[in-house]
């Protein structure tokens, strides 16, 4: 029978001995106020501080949000990258940071859902806590939506990358803008052309930021749906996380069926958003990340719809 090893043991000193031996020191006698109404306010200093400021804020906040969509999960929480500012004249030294994360803390507990109509009553809350004339917010996060196999039917949970900026000023009002990503399949024109058999693929990213009407109500529109059908219906062919051997011959052969260079995929997308009556604005980016190069592939196409207007 094997013999259990012992080892001597060595005898630490206790933890405090320990923390002061890698530095801790005994606290000192503290002479400065604990009363808060007695704490000097270095950020509410009021004199002529040279230049206003666009925006000072806190960024790279995460947090749990609720997210409602028309493709399954229908609600579904996802975790918030978030920006807060307003702006700041000369007079003020600073803003109060805090009370950006305590706003945020009591949306929270009413639940943070992050739809245009929160956005927008947070925003103004914001400016007015803040005793400023204006407020953004800037929300980022993954939209995960369920997709089946084209012949098997299995499903998966795909994702698209989610951006949304709200403005508010108490002059001009609100303006929402939001920006979508989405990978998608491309097969070259051009290979398909050229080669007695097969052709070269690839995947591709579209990218679509988009400015909406002011009396657009995303609770009657999901616009998330909207861009993302934009996006995937005029690829070579969609993306899916479960295939089994029947979606893969009906995938691989639409893509050679509805072949996409990359000026193709920005300009097909953009002729959709172009007919959304709820956008008035957008700008169409795609990269495709060459199988057979080792470069990108890049296109983009920027319309404003209110220039039609003048």
Excluded at 47 to 66: C, R, S
Excluded at 243 to 255: C, F, G, M, S, Y
Aim: hydrophobic letters at 35%; charged letters at 25%.
């Amino acid at each position: 029978m094997d013999q259990i090893k012992t080892f001597p043991l060595k005898q630490l000193p206790n933890k405090e001995q320990r923390h002061l031996l890698f530095g801790s020191v005994k606290p000192i006698e503290k002479t400065k106020p604990v009363d808060k109404s007695k704490m000097a306010d270095l950020q509410n200093i009021k004199k002529d501080f040279l230049f206003d400021l666009d925006a000072v804020g806190i960024a790279n906040v995460k947090h749990p949000i609720t997210v409602y969509s028309n493709l399954n999960p229908t609600t579904q929480t996802s975790i918030g990258t978030i920006q807060f500012s307003s702006s700041l004249d000369n007079t003020s030294k600073g803003t109060n940071m805090s009370r950006f994360t305590e706003q945020l803390n009591y949306y929270h507990e009413q639940g943070f859902i992050v739809d245009f109509a929160t956005l927008k009553k947070f925003t103004k809350e914001l400016a007015e806590r803040l005793e400023q004339k204006d407020a953004t917010i800037i929300v980022d996060f993954p939209w995960f939506f369920e997709r089946k196999g084209p012949e098997s039917g299995l499903s998966g949970m795909n994702h698209a990358d989610i951006s949304i900026t709200v403005d508010y000023h108490i002059e001009h009002g609100f303006s929402i803008n939001a920006a979508l990503s989405a990978l998608i399949t491309t097969l070259c024109p051009c290979s398909k052309e050229i080669s007695e058999y097969s052709a070269h693929n690839q995947r591709g990213e579209v990218s679509m930021e988009v400015s909406f009407t002011d009396d657009f109500n995303d609770l009657n529109i999901d616009w998330k749906e909207a861009l993302l059908e934009a996006a995937e219906s005029n690829a070579s062919a969609r993306l899916h996380p479960v295939l089994k051997r029947p979606d893969e011959k009906l995938v691989t052969e639409q893509a050679y069926e509805n072949p996409r260079f990359v000026e193709d995929i920005v300009r097909l997308v953009a002729a959709d958003l172009y007919e959304m009556a709820f956008v008035t604005k957008f700008k169409v980016s795609c990269r495709n990340e060459e199988s057979i190069h080792l470069h990108d592939a890049i296109a983009s196409v920027t319309y404003d719809k209110n220039h039609e207007c003048k």
